[in-house]
């Protein structure tokens, strides 16, 4: 039980282009998801806390207006990078909350 | 702000060893500290929770502990194995929050 999913595991893109990434919680209902980007060899830092039916709460330093989440359903998280550059290259990971935070297994983006 | 601190960052052993990895935290005002273990390009799969109530908690071959006043927490790997090759991650949540603030984690490579 339990189980997150993430879809794309990866994405290739140019510079420029608006990506988007879905992050299911499969067997639960979940109002909180969260997403984290990790930079090679660095922390997994928390970007926004997503809320069901509600507005994220980004974290310091992160542009809402550039990573735009939504949370339309208690199964569904989304993140858009909007005109993803070079820099937004990173792994991103979701979790939801039921209880615990159950993570998901990462989407590697790359953009070009 | 709370950091979260590992070490090492690396550690290599031969199969069959025991072994320890720290995690330091600098805000003793702990709701949790986790341990999880990250895999290559792939998400977190959540090993040992211990509440800022507890000393210890134990699954199979893993034992976590934590002394909250002094900021530390270890985890004791006992009997080492090829497969317990991974990146070992320590994350904190303050009170009343669900943020998790994770270490860079420590990189573990058991060798046959």
């Known amino acids: 039980g339990a189980v997150v999913s993430q879809h794309p595991s990866w994405v290739i893109c140019k510079s420029g282009t608006s990506v988007k990434i879905e992050c299911r919680s499969l067997?639960?209902?979940?109002?909180?998801m969260f997403w984290y980007r990790q930079f090679p060899k660095q922390s997994l830092m928390l970007m926004a806390t997503s809320n069901e039916g509600s507005k994220a709460t980004y974290e310091q330093g992160v542009e809402k207006d550039k990573f735009l989440i939504n949370h339309a359903s208690l199964t569904l998280s989304t993140l858009t990078v909007t005109s993803a550059h070079p820099e937004d290259s990173s792994f991103y990971i979701c979790?939801?909350?039921?209880?615990?935070?159950?993570f998901g297994p990462g989407t590697r983006l790359t953009v070009l | 702000k709370q950091e979260v601190t590992q070490i090492p960052a690396a550690l290599s052993v031969p199969e069959g060893e025991n072994l320890v990895l720290n995690c330091s935290f600098t805000?003793?005002?702990?709701?949790?500290l986790q341990w999880f273990r990250q895999d290559p390009g792939k998400g977190l799969t959540s090993l040992l929770l211990i509440q800022s109530s507890q000393r210890e908690q134990t699954s199979g071959r893993l034992n976590a502990s934590l002394d909250k006043s002094s900021g530390r927490s270890t985890l004791y790997i006992a009997a080492s194995q090829p497969g317990d090759s991974a990146t070992y991650l320590c994350a904190v949540s303050q009170g009343g929050s669900e943020k998790l603030v994770f270490g860079k984690g420590t990189k573990l490579t058991v060798n046959p």
């Open positions: 805000d003793s005002a702990i709701y949790n």
């Open positions: 979790s939801a909350r039921v209880a615990n935070q159950f």
């Open positions: 067997d639960f209902q979940a109002t909180t």
